[in-house]
């Protein structure tokens, strides 16, 4: 089973409702779960937690993946999204448990390779989850998504305007890609950020997820 660092509710009694960071390519969950800490004060009911990708990053032998990359391979998305999933919604189904929580109280913040992971396991549920927060990311397999289960939570995708990892087209694409499987997407783009998470992106990404899981 997969893991990594937590955050218990700030306001110190059991959590009301949940968040789970997924990671990007070459990092682990330590690089997110500080973005717990600066949203557990406007979210003191919430627990967070940041699981480590299962594999060692073949370009970052530091770091974890979720999938391996090569970036020649058109088809390595979806392939890779689609062999993560399973170990992924095991770790979904334990960790909601542990704090009593459904996917109605439960959403998905996804970074890079781990928005990748977040639209695609998180809209494949038999339940769908309260949100989906996406940062410079992009949709691994729409056709998959638009075959799947009917599972339409709000989705925020925010993308950096300068992103030279996955560029900006991606953010466009994907919103494509959900609108064709009738799953609305609101989007926001950071100007001159790369790929990266700039502040009005953690300020939007709170007021979401506020929202969402109110």
């Not at 627990?47 to 770091?63: D, K, T």
């Not at 109280?105 to 695609?120: D, E, N, P, Y």
């Amino acid at each position: 089973m997969i893991d990594g660092p937590r955050l218990e509710p700030a306001a110190g009694g059991p959590a009301r409702s949940l968040v789970i960071f997924l990671h990007g390519y070459g990092a682990d969950g330590n690089d997110l779960i500080a973005i717990g800490r600066q949203w557990a004060g406007d979210m003191p009911d919430t627990a967070f937690v940041a699981p480590h990708a299962p594999e060692a990053c073949s370009m970052a032998p530091v770091g974890r993946q979720w999938f391996h990359l090569t970036l020649r391979d058109p088809g390595e998305y979806a392939r890779g999204v689609a062999a993560a999933r399973p170990e992924l919604d095991e770790f979904f189904d334990a960790e909601m448990a542990r704090h009593g929580v459904d996917e109605s109280r439960t959403a998905l913040v996804g970074f890079s390779q781990g928005t990748m992971m977040a639209l695609h396991a998180g809209l494949l549920r038999d339940k769908g989850f309260a949100g989906l927060l996406g940062y410079s990311g992009l949709l691994a397999d729409p056709d998959a998504i638009k075959a799947g289960p009917s599972q339409k939570p709000p989705i925020l995708l925010i993308h950096g305007e300068q992103d030279d990892m996955i560029p900006l087209g991606a953010l466009f694409a994907a919103a494509e890609g959900l609108g064709a499987a009738d799953i609305p997407a609101a989007w926001h783009i950071s100007k001159g950020i790369g790929h990266g998470i700039a502040p009005d992106g953690l300020e939007l990404g709170a007021d979401f997820l506020k929202r969402v899981l109110r």
